[in-house]
Nanobody, 121 residues
Framework: VQLQASGGGLVQAGGSLRLSCVASGSIFSINFMGWYRQAPGKQRELVAGITSDGNPNYADSVKGRFTITRDNAKNTVYLQMNSLRPEDTAVYYC????????????????WGQGTLVTVSS
C-alpha cells in the first residue's frame, strides 16, 4: 500500500491550497483517513480526520478554515485549506487506515511521504 500526497507549496497569508492524497495497492477497504502536520521543532499533530462514512473532525486551530473530504471510489482524501496563516507552515502528512486484501480483517495505518506547506506573512 502506498500513499501519494500532493498540493503543497508556497502561499501568502490569507491564501488557499488544496492537498490531495491517493492510496493505492492491495486495498480491500479504508477506514479512517486524515491529515497531520509537523512544524520544525514540534511534534506531529492531527489537523483533520474523516471516517469512512464521511464524518470529519478538526483540530481547534483549523476549524472554520480547513475542510477535509474523501472520495471512497478513488481512495483519495483532500484537505482544502483557506485563510492560511504563517503558523500553518509545516510538512503535511496523510494517513489511511487500510485493510489489505487476502489478510486478516484488521486495519493498519499507512503514511504518505509528506508535502511542504509554507505560508509567508
Amino acid at each position: 500500500v502506498q500513499l501519494q500526497a500532493s498540493g503543497g507549496g508556497l502561499v501568502q497569508a490569507g491564501g488557499s491550497l488544496r492537498l490531495s492524497c491517493v492510496a493505492s495497492g492491495s486495498i480491500f477497504s479504508i477506514n479512517f483517513m486524515g491529515w497531520y502536520r509537523q512544524a520544525p521543532g514540534k511534534q506531529r499533530e492531527l489537523v483533520a480526520g474523516i471516517t469512512s462514512d464521511g464524518n470529519p473532525n478538526y483540530a481547534d486551530s483549523v476549524k472554520g478554515r480547513f475542510t477535509i473530504t474523501r472520495d471512497n471510489a478513488k481512495n483519495t482524501v483532500y484537505l482544502q485549506m483557506n485563510s492560511l496563516r504563517p503558523e500553518d507552515t509545516a510538512v503535511y502528512y496523510c494517513r489511511a487506515d487500510v485493510r489489505r486484501v487476502f489478510t486478516i480483517p484488521t486495519f493498519n495505518p499507512y503514511w504518505g511521504q509528506g508535502t511542504l506547506v509554507t505560508v509567508s506573512s
